[in-house]
């Protein structure tokens, strides 16, 4: 099972700790489990994309006004949720933010015909 692991700042967090929280040890315990994660630029930076009448609109931005922003994401492939949730706890942004967990959800074929 495929998983999405949303990585996010959180103000009323533990403050960062480099010695701590080690997010190349977090990887290497992963192994093959890990397909791939890395760390986005911040949400000053980023746009958000609407097609609205026929027309395109691009706000700066996230799409969502908050304090907790998306920092970055992990896709890992586990057994169950239950693994990914072991997993998620010990990603160091667990203690000074927070890890959102989303299984993925194919399209089954056939679905949109």
């Given amino acids: ?10 103000p009323e967090a533990e403050p960062y700790n ?7 040890e977090w990887v290497n315990e992963l192994g093959d489990r890990s397909i791939a994660g890395d760390r986005l630029r911040p949400a000053a930076q980023a746009v958000t994309v609407r097609r609205r009448d026929g027309k395109v609109v691009v706000t700066d931005g996230p799409f969502t006004e908050s304090k907790e922003v998306i920092a ?14 072991e997993i998620a706890s010990r990603h160091p942004m667990a203690r000074f933010g927070r890890v959102e967990v989303r299984q993925f959800w194919p399209f089954e074929p056939g679905e949109f015909d």
């Fill in 1 to 10: 099972m495929k998983f999405i692991l949303f990585i996010c700042d959180d």
């Fill in 18 to 24: 480099r010695a701590e929280d080690n997010i190349l």
């Fill in 72 to 85: 970055g994401f992990d896709i890992i492939e586990v057994a169950d949720r239950n693994e990914a949730i």
